[in-house]
């Protein structure tokens, strides 16, 4: 999961397998959410987002799960492959106009082994 | 190909001196934003533009400014840049400001001597 300090969580899996990346946020008036996937030299490219309304949705072999409750998100990633080998951030928005004001994590290094 | 140009690349600039970041989109998006990246830090808000017209300040707009002239550009200024200014700065825009995801450019990758 992601967390405060310099070094980014990392994730290690083999080719084929499912990767599970987890994000807590902390602003209970969140209520959009969004996971981003950033290669080395370029910007943030939008995975999924998912609202407050709901507590999953599914893309192409990528799921994200809310939990309200306890208020953490993740993101599932089915069968990866080494493009899925990146930097994966959260970000969180509250209603409104403040949705493009997104309040990003720090990322988690996912490294997909052949 | 639709998208985000931002420019420089990258730059190499002494501290004292002003440096404009171009960002240029041709979506006709309404809503515009400026991040900077720093490791252990992730993305920052600097400052943003629901319309053309309009701006408004992020969470680190101390040290930058922008303008919203028309839809298409959003430069991002700095007037007397300093070594904490080193980073790679992202520009970003939404077809509006609420319910849809960002875009964002390849970024800047500012260095402050």
């Known amino acids: 999961g992601e967390n405060v300090g310099l070094h980014l969580p990392t994730l290690s899996v083999q080719e084929g397998d499912n990767s599970i990346i987890n994000c807590a946020y902390s602003?209970?008036?969140?209520?959009?959410f969004i996971w981003y996937k950033q290669e080395s030299g370029k910007g943030p490219q939008f995975i999924i987002d998912i609202r407050s309304n709901m507590d999953k949705r599914q893309g192409q072999r990528v799921t994200v799960l809310l939990n309200k409750t306890v208020k953490h998100l993740s993101l599932q990633i089915a069968a990866t492959q080494p493009g899925d080998s990146a930097v994966y951030f959260c970000?969180?928005?509250?209603?409104?106009?403040?949705?493009?004001?997104?309040?990003f994590g720090q990322g988690t290094i996912l490294t997909v082994h052949p | 190909i639709a998208g985000i140009t931002q420019a420089p690349t990258s730059q190499i600039l002494a501290a004292g001196r002003r440096m404009t970041l171009r960002c240029t989109q041709d979506?006709?998006?309404?809503?515009m934003y400026w991040y900077r990246q720093d490791l252990g830090l992730g993305l920052r808000l600097i400052h943003y533009?629901?319309?053309?017209?309009?701006?408004g300040k992020g969470e680190v707009p101390d040290g930058y400014s922008v303008s919203r002239a028309n839809t298409d550009d959003f430069p991002l200024t700095l007037a007397s840049a300093v070594p904490s200014q080193t980073s790679v700065y992202f520009c970003?825009?939404?077809?509006?400001?609420?319910?849809?995801?960002?875009?964002f450019g390849n970024g800047t990758r500012l260095t402050v001597t």
């Open positions: 533009s629901n319309t053309a017209g309009t701006t």
């Open positions: 602003n209970s008036a969140s209520d959009y």
């Open positions: 979506m006709r998006h309404n809503a």
């Open positions: 970000a969180e928005a509250a209603g409104g106009t403040s949705y493009g004001k997104l309040t």
């Open positions: 970003a825009s939404s077809p509006k400001p609420g319910n849809s995801p960002l875009h």
